[in-house]
């Protein structure tokens, strides 16, 4: 059975800090997809990032980055120098390949304090 | 504008009522997926359908029903309404590898009093 855990409920850091959001998942199968999504006060659900369960490279997107590491089935997520619009709270979510829905974990509500 | 269209945004109802949430897909897209997101659950997947077809089925209540029409919509039932209900409803759509990632729409919140 699929399921991601996203053990921080609420983080608050002050502008300028970097903070990272933790994710771990389970799954049986070899072949799966990891997602970040965000979603900020507005409500809208925007995709971040997409990994697939063979590309362990991690990424750098501007002030993002992932932490994508099998061996302990974590997804983790660094913003660098937050900023206030930063904001939002950040879903991780999983997908098994033989599956076509995403399984979201439950979020962590980031605040970051001018 | 992410491309898949849901309306209405809001929607205000009593309980014991029936409404019908609608979504269009963003261009090209088969896959039509339903979410509820509440405050106590999280995101929940309902219902995904694919070019017509229901393809999974997710922790969808039997007064909540879906389909897909030939133009791609979707549309989404719920009937004799509850409190518990009250939630924002989320529509994505995707190509037909779910790879791609899903494209959200900006959900209808529905609010049962």
């Known amino acids: 059975a699929q399921k991601v855990t996203q053990a921080q409920t609420e983080i608050s850091v002050v502008e300028k800090e970097d903070v990272t959001l933790d994710c771990v998942y389970e799954t049986r199968d070899t072949t799966y997809y990891l997602f970040w999504y965000k979603q900020p006060p507005s409500g809208e659900l925007v995709f971040l990032i997409r990994?697939?369960?063979?590309?362990?490279q991690n990424e750098i997107s501007g002030r993002y980055s992932w932490n994508f590491q099998k061996s302990t089935s974590s997804f983790n997520f660094t913003i660098t120098a937050s900023q206030v619009v930063d904001s939002a709270v950040y879903f991780c979510a999983l997908s098994e390949a033989n599956t076509d829905k995403v399984i979201f974990g439950p979020g962590t509500s980031l605040s970051v304090i001018p | 504008d992410s491309g898949v269209t849901q309306t209405p945004k809001h929607l205000i109802t009593a309980t014991g009522q029936r409404v019908t949430l609608r979504c269009s897909p963003r261009s090209g897209d088969l896959s039509v997926y339903w979410y509820q997101q509440s405050l106590d659950q999280g995101l929940q997947f309902l219902i995904q359908?694919?070019?017509?077809?229901?393809?999974a089925k997710g922790n969808i209540l039997e007064r909540f029903s879906a389909q897909q029409f030939p133009d791609l919509h979707s549309e989404l039932n719920l009937s004799s309404l509850e409190l518990g209900d009250s939630a924002l409803y989320f529509c994505?759509?995707?190509?037909?590898?779910?790879?791609?990632?899903?494209?959200f729409g900006s959900g209808t919140r529905l609010t049962v009093v």
């Open positions: 994505a759509s995707s190509r037909d590898r779910l790879g791609y990632g899903y494209t």
């Open positions: 359908y694919y070019n017509g077809e229901e393809r």
């Open positions: 990994r697939n369960s063979f590309d362990e």
